[in-house]
T-cell receptor
């Protein structure tokens, strides 16, 4: 099993550009989540999904969209990047009754 | 509202010292999970422990131990005989749970404690 994979590992965007952060898991987990990590603030939940076709907002959803068309994939879209979205993004999947498995993270810089 | 407070921003110890990382949480739920994660300098998040609100027994795993006290809403983490490899940022987190055995997929993280273990 590859676990939770995220691409790209690093990305630099200009203000106003759009992009999609990819997340995939091969553990057949129903639950997946996206977090952002900013210095001194820990991780904050952006969006989450409890199964294919079902998504909901977390603590800081503004500026981000998600969709869940398959169990395996949970992409995070930035429609118009802003400097405030400079952060490290972590995707996670959760097994039923178990722990969350985190991906390696994507470091995004918006200039 | 749920909240996790890690008041210690940074701790520095000398190798072989014992160190305790504090975690205080707030929740109105009667059923919840508490977690500790380690983030080494390489950046990944390493799961250390998950504890549900019905289990107040302390846990020991090698040099790591955890003290869960509902009465004070605390879930503290102690490293005994610290080593340089323990240097990392440690996060405490809280999750609601729909049922005692349900999954926890919406974590509320504390701001983390950076631990530096000097040789």
């Amino acid at each position: 099993n590859a676990g939770v994979t995220q691409t790209p590992k690093f990305q630099v965007l200009k203000t106003g550009q759009s992009m999609t952060l990819q997340c995939a898991q091969d553990m057949n987990h129903e639950y997946m989540s996206w977090y952002r990590q900013d210095p001194g603030m820990g991780l904050r939940l952006i969006h989450y999904s409890v199964g294919a076709g079902i998504t909901d907002q977390g603590e800081v959803p503004n500026g981000y969209n998600v969709s869940r068309s398959t169990t395996e994939d949970f992409p995070l879209r930035l429609l118009s990047a802003a400097p405030s979205q400079t952060s490290v993004y972590f995707c996670a999947s959760t097994e039923q009754g178990g722990e969350q498995y985190f991906g390696p993270g994507t470091r995004l810089t918006v200039t | 509202a749920q909240k996790v407070t890690q008041a210690q921003t940074e701790i520095s110890v000398v190798e072989k010292e014992d160190v305790t990382l504090d975690c205080v949480y707030e929740t109105r739920d009667t059923t919840y999970y508490l977690f500790w994660y380690k983030q080494p300098p390489s950046g990944e998040l390493v799961f250390l422990i998950r504890r549900n609100s019905f289990d107040e027994q302390n846990e020991i795993s090698g040099r790591y131990s955890w003290n869960f006290q509902k009465s004070t809403s605390s879930f503290n983490f102690t490293i005994t005989a610290s080593q340089v490899v323990d240097s990392a940022v440690y996060f405490c987190a809280l999750s609601e749970a729909r049922a005692a055995m349900d999954s926890s997929y919406k974590l509320i993280f504390g701001s983390g404690t950076r631990l530096l273990v000097r040789p």
